[in-house]
């Protein structure tokens, strides 16, 4: 799998070798790989993003989201495979590149608040939220995870929040969840919510994703927030989940799981490591014993 990204090329498995910010037998490495839960949790991400004035601003505002999601979220979704699987050197270049960008990104939201993309709290917030989505969505939507994989992904988080200049990142769910209470004053409902999530409903974010399941993926990842954060931006009844769906989302999310497909970014990253390309789709036991024949230490 090869890309770029403002013209710096992205290749996961070269050079022969190097680790990435994470270790292969971390969570993210199993979580990563697998886009149903990546779907789902990065919108319930933006979500909670976005019921803070400031960060909803800042998105709408000064990203191409509006006119053209399938090119954004293509980016942001190399940007999250590069920060998980690609060489350390490479990563800590680009997430340097997209934290320049950022740092161009000040204005007012329409309340005459004035925000900046690099404001600490606000980096933390979108690096919690991020972590806390993915790691929900593999749980209830591909396969439950225990409290102490929870954790050791929520405190791993850390590396990858901290590139992006995130100063405070939630060791645990609930931690993060002692966080999001003291932002709870804040949040609000907005157009922009409602907006959003038609253009995940409509498909033009992610077209490679079959059509019967856009509607599913956008009241999935509305499933991921809290009842009551759902009652305060209007999303609970709207946006309910239904059973058919749960179930079409979860068979999904399994089959997407035991999909090793050979030039994907998990799958060279194994290779560069110097793993065999499925060795994220092999049973657990398997991967250990594999890591023991290497220099990889498991941690």
């Known amino acids: 799998m090869e890309s770029s990204y ?8 070269s050079p022969p070798g190097e680790p990435a910010l ?11 790989k697998n886009q149903i839960a990546l779907g789902i949790g990065g919108i319930a991400a933006v979500l909670l993003e976005f019921a803070e ?7 709408w505002d ?15 979704g190399l940007v999250a ?12 270049e680009v997430i340097g590149m997209v ?22 709290a606000l980096l933390d917030w979108v690096a919690a939220t991020a972590s806390y989505g993915f790691l929900t969505a593999y749980d209830r939507f591909v396969s439950p995870l225990s409290q102490a994989e929870k954790d050791r992904f929520m405190r791993d988080s850390e590396a990858i929040g901290r590139e992006f200049g995130a100063r405070r990142t939630p060791g645990s769910i609930s931690e993060f969840m002692a966080m999001m209470d003291e932002l709870e004053p804040r949040f609000e409902p907005h157009p922009i919510i409602i907006e959003f999530l038609s253009i995940i409903e409509s498909g033009r974010a992610a077209p490679s994703i079959p059509k019967f399941l856009h509607r599913a993926v956008a009241r999935a990842a509305v499933s991921l927030l809290p009842d ?26 399994r089959l997407a799981d035991r999909a090793s497909v050979p030039a994907s970014a998990p799958c060279e990253a194994s290779r560069r490591l110097g793993l065999p390309g499925d060795f994220l789709y092999l049973p ?14 498991t941690r």
């Not at 403002?6 to 498995?13: E, K, S, V």
């Not at 004035?53 to 998105?59: A, D, F, L, M, Y």
């Open 6 to 13: 403002l013209g710096t090329r992205i290749d996961f498995t």
């Open 22 to 32: 994470l270790p292969p037998d971390s969570v993210q490495w199993r979580v990563y």
């Open 53 to 59: 004035p400031r960060i909803r601003s800042g998105v």
């Open 62 to 76: 000064h990203s191409t989201y509006k006119v053209d999601p399938i090119g954004r979220s293509r980016r942001t």
């Open 81 to 92: 495979m590069l920060a998980c699987y690609g060489p350390a050197s490479t990563a800590r």
């Open 99 to 120: 934290n320049r960008m950022h740092g161009k990104v000040v204005g007012e939201t329409p309340a005459g608040e004035k925000y900046r993309a690099l404001d600490p």
């Open 228 to 253: 009551w954060l759902k009652d305060r931006l209007g999303l609970r009844e709207a946006y309910r989940l239904g059973t058919l769906d749960r179930i079409a989302l979860r068979l999904a999310g």
């Open 284 to 297: 657990r036991d398997r991967q250990a014993a594999l890591l023991r024949q290497t220099s990889l230490v």
